[in-house]
């Protein structure tokens, strides 16, 4: 039978034979060697890019706070040994003294009004601002314009705007000392805070409602909800992670609140727009009373360290565990 036409033999190749490469089967002391050799290489990696940073974290950030807790338990100018150690009289002097506790509730009233109005006036413009609308690209520049300017610079522009005989003057109907009146100075700056903050929670909120699949409200639309209604039973509660750390950023920053206030009234009218941080810089590099500084510097850590905590045990917990879970199915 003669042989079929694809079954003829295949011609030896030209030049030396090689042969097919073999898979090398390692033993077992030798696997073990390889994995600890990539589990050092991994280690050494890791130990690269983050000792650098951690250095840095210790000396600034947490050497400071060591230091400062040290501080508060003397009585010190800044200049000369600590000799003079009193404990804890100075907590205690800070919590008598009527100008530290009025800086408190300073804080605590700029902590509220952000809630109230700064924050929903930011998700109302998200709003308005994500649906489809002529020169959406040009506004969402210029409400996030003022975010991008220093404290400074904002403090500055603002107080030639409210001095007296000033555009503030020429535009309201009435004329007021805005910044030297102990009864409005406090709401004059949350104005001037809100203009400053409000344009980078509003981008937070964009960007967590692009995150909304549009299916979801276009379902409820076609359901015969109205537009408020998705935005209450839909849209909202898609977008709660995104509004609780906007909240956690804005209670954190009006806590800590101190440039914008100390370039425009220094805390004054007589302690009238005081927080802790202008508090705490007053009695410090204007009277040289560092350790007394210190204790007011410590509270404000506390606060701040105790309101995150809870926070997050609290009302970050839920995000917290989605992202975990999210991250470990993929």
């Given at each position: ?6 079954s ?10 090689v042969?097919?490469?073999?898979h090398?089967?390692?033993s ?20 690269l ?6 250095v ?5 950030v947490?050497?400071p ?5 040290y501080f ?6 800044g ?5 003079d150690?009193?404990?804890l ?14 800086a ?5 009233a ?7 109005f700064?924050?929903?006036f930011a ?19 210029l409400?996030?314009a ?8 904002t ?5 030639l705007?409210l ?16 910044l ?16 400053k903050?409000?344009?980078f929670?509003?981008?937070l909120?964009?960007?967590?409602l692009?995150?909304?699949?549009r299916e979801?409200?276009?379902a ?10 998705v ?7 898609l ?13 954190i920053g ?10 425009m ?8 727009s ?9 009695w410090s ?19 701040s360290l ?25």
């Amino acid at each position: 039978m003669p042989p079929r036409r694809d079954s003829a033999p295949v011609p030896a190749p030209a030049g030396p034979v090689v042969d097919p490469p073999r898979h090398v089967v390692l033993s077992a002391p030798a696997r073990r060697l390889s994995r600890r050799a990539r589990a050092r290489r991994r280690w050494a990696t890791i130990a690269l890019f983050l000792v650098p940073a951690l250095v840095l974290y210790l000396l600034l950030v947490v050497a400071p706070v060591v230091q400062a807790m040290y501080f508060s338990g003397f009585a010190w100018s800044g200049l000369g040994p600590l000799d003079d150690h009193v404990g804890l009289d100075n907590f205690k002097r800070a919590f008598s003294e009527d100008v530290f506790l009025g800086a408190l509730k300073h804080n605590g009233a700029f902590v509220l009004l952000s809630l109230v109005f700064q924050l929903p006036f930011a998700l109302a413009l998200a709003l308005i601002l994500n649906a489809r609308l002529r020169g959406r690209a040009l506004l969402r520049v210029l409400f996030f314009a003022p975010f991008v300017l220093s404290e400074v610079v904002t403090g500055v522009i603002w107080t030639l705007i409210l001095q007296p005989g000033g555009l503030a003057d020429a535009v309201a109907p009435v004329e007021r000392e805005w910044l030297a009146d102990p009864g409005i100075v406090l709401y004059t700056l949350f104005v001037v805070i809100s203009w400053k903050y409000f344009g980078f929670h509003m981008i937070l909120y964009l960007a967590g409602l692009q995150q909304i699949p549009r299916e979801l409200e276009e379902a409820a639309e076609i359901d015969g909800a109205t537009r408020l209604q998705v935005i209450r039973y839909v849209t909202l509660p898609l977008l709660g992670p995104t509004i609780r750390v906007s909240a956690f950023l804005s209670i954190i920053g009006a806590l800590q609140l101190f440039d914008l206030i100390w370039v425009m009234t220094g805390g004054g009218p007589v302690n009238a727009s005081n927080t802790m941080a202008t508090y705490m810089i007053d009695w410090s590099f204007q009277r040289f009373q560092f350790g007394y500084a210190s204790a007011v510097a410590v509270i404000l850590l506390v606060i701040s360290l105790v309101f995150a905590l809870l926070y997050q045990r609290f009302a970050l917990r839920r995000d917290v565990e989605g992202a975990l879970t999210t991250m470990g199915a993929r």
